[in-house]
């Protein structure tokens, strides 16, 4: 039986349960997964620099910096091709982003998947091996791996927690787990506002990209 995730359990605490369960031998993981409790100072894929870009007034635009404003942000994810999670603010499955907050080239290189080495100045977290690692947990019932999973689950909460306090957040995404007979059966990517609000901030997303496209034609093909 696996216990249920504790959203007061913080993520530093979760991993020090996963490697206290991988060093007994109570529960072992793959070498791939084991290295993220090898390293000691692993913080669940948190990108600390990339984060401390996006709280920075000075890559904020200067309409939000002079009505002393903040800029609005949503924390997005995706899961790619192969596997690994993206927790992202200029891109996801929503692709929610609020570009006018911020400086032009700031943001478009936050959508860029390769603004700079290795990873997108957008992204602030990559979570390597979380297909594997959910499979783990839900398949072969690794004790182990479901308090790694949970660390990365409490991470995101913590981020978004610290997040709200520097930008206005709109909303996030976070990890619902299902259970059934005491057992994880899955670990989904589920929004922390209601359906009906994230539909607004889609629909008000695609309204304005679209009323960029008319005009850049309009600049560009003359009135007849």
């Known amino acids: 039986m696996t216990e249920p995730f504790d959203p007061s359990i913080s993520s530093s605490d979760y991993l020090s349960v996963a490697?206290?369960?991988?060093?007994?031998?109570?529960s072992r993981l793959s070498e791939e997964l084991a290295r993220m409790l090898d390293d000691a100072a692993y913080d669940c894929g948190l990108n600390k620099e990339h984060v401390d870009i996006l709280i920075d007034p000075s890559n904020w635009s200067a309409a939000v910096r002079?009505?002393?404003?903040?800029?609005?942000?949503?924390?997005?994810?995706?899961v790619n091709q192969r596997g690994?999670?993206?927790i992202n603010w200029a891109c996801g499955d929503f692709d929610i982003l609020y570009d006018e907050d911020f400086l032009t080239r700031y943001a478009n290189s936050a959508r860029s998947s390769h603004s700079v080495p290795w990873r997108g100045l957008g992204e602030l977290m990559w979570w390597r091996g979380y297909e594997p690692l959910v499979n783990e947990v839900t398949?072969?019932?690794?004790?182990?791996?479901?308090?790694?999973?949970y660390a990365h689950a409490a991470r995101l909460k913590e981020l978004a927690s610290f997040l709200a306090r520097h930008v206005h957040l709109v909303g996030a995404m976070e990890l619902n787990f299902t259970y059934r007979d005491g057992e994880v059966t899955a670990a989904d990517f589920v929004p922390t506002i209601p359906p009906d609000r994230l539909q607004e901030l889609i629909q008000?997303?695609?309204g304005r990209t679209a009323a960029r496209l008319r005009e850049a034609v309009e600049r560009i093909v003359p009135k007849e």
């Not at 490697?19 to 109570?26: C, Y």
């Not at 398949?139 to 999973?149: D, E």
Request: no cysteine; hydrophobic share 25%.
């Open 19 to 26: 490697r206290e369960r991988h060093r007994t031998g109570t």
């Open 66 to 78: 002079d009505e002393n404003k903040k800029p609005r942000v949503f924390l997005d994810s995706r």
């Open 84 to 86: 690994n999670a993206e």
């Open 139 to 149: 398949i072969h019932k690794s004790p182990t791996a479901a308090a790694l999973l």
């Open 204 to 206: 008000e997303r695609e």
